[in-house]
Nanobody
Framework: QVDLQESGGGSVQAGGSLRLSCAASGYRGGTYCMGWFRQAPGKEREGVAT???????DYADSVKGRFTISQDNAKNMVYLQMSSLNPEDSGMYYC??????????????????????WGQGTQVTVSS
């Protein structure tokens, strides 16, 4: 059974940084995809960053150059380092994972349903 637990959310002023963590358990062997998604009030959930096999990454255009996704397989952790945050980055951030093959391990919302496992989310609030 796969379990994903996010942590690291909080409130920060514009221009600040946060690091989100996702503890992933239950993935044994094989190659899988992990990702971060977010949802702001009144908006649809959107992909932020994904990582495949620990090194192939994809980012939403809105976060490129500001966010970095990484994975530590030894610790079963996935991280999202967020810098230069702005109020538009506010929302609930979800860690997701699944046995998604490389071409589909992307932030495009068209492939979001391929992620079978989701955490409960961690709130990020950026004030101006």
């Amino acid at each position: 059974q796969v379990d994903l637990q996010e942590s690291g959310g909080g409130s920060v002023q514009a221009g600040g940084s946060l690091r989100l963590s996702c503890a992933a358990s239950g993935y044994r062997g094989g190659t899988y995809c992990m990702g971060w998604f977010r949802q702001a009030p009144g908006k649809e959930r959107e992909g932020v960053a994904t990582i495949y096999s620990g090194d192939v990454t994809d980012y939403a255009d809105s976060v490129k150059g500001r966010f970095t996704i990484s994975q530590d397989n030894a610790k079963n952790m996935v991280y999202l380092q967020m810098s230069s945050l702005n109020p538009e980055d506010s929302g609930m951030y979800y860690c997701a994972g699944g046995w998604v093959t490389s071409p589909f391990c992307v932030t495009d919302s068209a492939h979001m349903s391929r992620f079978a496992h989701w955490g409960q989310g961690t709130q990020v609030t950026v004030s101006s």
